[in-house]
């Protein structure tokens, strides 16, 4: 009987579209993860599930695009303890629809969708092995007192401490010894690739979905001083003594490279374990990024030092292109041809069927995904009908993109104090202007009523999650391409 291909799928956190060496890099390299782009195909107009990570992993796991998914925001749970809103009751997610199939189904890091007291924790979502961290808060700090174990709450040899704070008054920022109450024993990233090093090994002669939603390189940074010092002295430093969230950092640029460039490693010991146990050729590898970089200075990370967004328009939290688009490779060695790059548009929804389709499977659950598969395998698709995104944050924001047409339409100043806030479609044309700098709307009518008319269509209104003003029709009392107010 032929067996089944593994899945090795691989989500970083927060990691910008120019964050790895083969997407431009250039302040430190990323060889492990370009070797899966170099031996497979890298994808320039890959977009994540949503601008932040619950929404964005909800996409990513039910197939439905923010329109439609459970869970369009970070949202903490209603009773307050551990753990973000769940997914509703009876949602399938891609690891159960993979277990029916005899996948044996880990995750490795950072779940996000349910606490772990409620019925969407990841034992009972198809997840038959969990390590890592339930909630997303408790994840902003890489030293935790204690990580979860499958269902139970494994200690770790580290103290208590906040994840957010300054340093204290009268510490000398330039002095290493003022950080020292920052950090312990236990890098919990560490401890987490150990987990799924050790799931690979123990289901070699089982189909395996090795998911690992590492939490790298979101904040607070945090790093061993073995990462650490590969980049002393080789950046211009300010010390970050907290103020803007997260802990401080004496040498925060040094810091966030030495995480991206540690969590390469833990890849490459990822692809060499495969490769070991004889199973490169039956396994899929898959790495991309749950949203864009975060904004300057927020935790003291520097993103336009490192070029993160690529150059392009917003970060996370954002619509516009450096909020959403994500690096993605894929690698199927003998499948998939080495070296090859596709422009084609791709979202986090379409991973379901693609994967569906790679496994020569067929699924009845509804999804808004378009398969990709016969472009990871070498054959011509028909362009994308359309793209959708949508999310609640700063005033409700949404996009439809039709070919090299996109539309963002946006809440403007909103406050509580402002019940009549400015709503305004812009359009961009992302083959001229792939940094959105020229909104064309006044131009181009045509397009902005074809657009607009998917954004309305695309948005079913959720009680957990509106777009405020957002949710009213779309159209009068305000025309396209200028500010106007809803009435």
Not at 71 to 77: G, H, Q, V
Request: charged fraction near 25%; aromatic fraction near 10%.
């Amino acid at each position: 009987m032929k067996r089944l291909p593994n899945i090795v799928f691989i989500l970083a956190d927060d990691l910008g579209y120019g964050d790895l060496s083969c997407y431009g890099q250039t302040r430190f390299t990323t060889p492990n993860i370009d070797r899966i782009a170099n031996e497979g195909m890298k994808f320039v107009q890959s977009y994540s599930g949503n601008a932040v990570c619950a929404p964005s992993r909800s996409v990513l796991m039910t197939g439905l695009h923010p329109g439609h998914t459970p869970i369009r925001d970070n949202r903490e749970a209603a009773d307050k303890k551990e753990g973000q809103l769940p997914l509703p009751m009876g949602t399938v997610i891609l690891p159960m629809l993979l277990q029916k199939l005899g996948y044996v189904c880990g995750a490795f890091g950072k779940w996000g969708l349910g606490g772990p007291d409620t019925h969407a924790a990841p034992l009972k979502m198809g997840i038959s092995r969990f390590f890592g961290y339930n909630c997303q808060r408790e994840a902003h700090n890489f030293y935790p007192p204690y990580l979860w174990d499958d269902d139970k709450k494994v200690p770790l040899n580290n103290p208590k401490f906040a994840a957010h704070q300054k340093l204290p008054e009268g510490a000398d920022p330039e002095n290493p010894g003022s950080y020292v109450s920052f950090t312990g024993k236990d890098y919990a990233p560490d401890t987490i690739m150990a987990q799924a090093r050790q799931f690979i090994q123990d289901n070699k002669d089982k189909p395996f979905f090795c998911f690992v939603p590492t939490t790298v390189p979101h904040l607070a940074l945090q790093i061993p001083d073995d990462s650490l010092t590969e980049f002393a002295g080789k950046f211009p430093e300010k010390p970050y003594p907290g103020g803007r969230s997260y802990l401080p950092h004496r040498t925060p640029r040094a810091a966030y490279a030495a995480m991206i460039t540690r969590l390469d490693k833990e890849v490459g010991r990822l692809l060499a374990l495969v490769a070991e146990l004889g199973l490169d050729s039956d396994t899929i590898f898959v790495f991309t990024s749950d949203n864009g970089p975060l904004y300057d200075e927020l935790g003291g990370t520097d993103t336009e030092f490192f070029n993160s967004a690529r150059g392009l328009r917003g970060r996370k939290g954002s619509l516009y292109e450096g909020g959403i688009r994500v690096p993605t490779v894929v690698r199927w060695k003998g499948k998939i041809k080495p070296g090859s790059v596709s422009e084609r548009v791709i979202g986090f929804e379409d991973w379901l069927p693609t994967l569906f389709e790679l496994l020569e499977k067929r699924t009845s659950v509804k999804t808004d995904g378009i398969s990709f598969a016969p472009t990871l395998l070498g054959n011509r698709q028909p362009e994308r009908p359309f793209f959708y995104r949508e999310f609640p944050g700063y005033g409700g924001q949404q996009l439809a993109r039709i070919g090299e047409w996109k539309a963002v339409r946006q809440s403007l100043n909103k406050t509580a104090k402002n019940p009549n806030p400015v709503v305004k479609t812009e359009l961009y044309n992302l083959k001229t202007d792939p940094n959105e700098t020229t909104d064309v709307a006044v131009q181009n009518p045509q397009w902005i009523a074809r657009l607009e008319k998917l954004l309305e269509e695309q948005h079913v209104p959720s009680k957990d999650f509106p777009l405020g003003v957002l949710d009213q029709p779309v159209g009068a009392p305000y025309s396209i391409g200028s500010s106007h107010r809803r009435r």
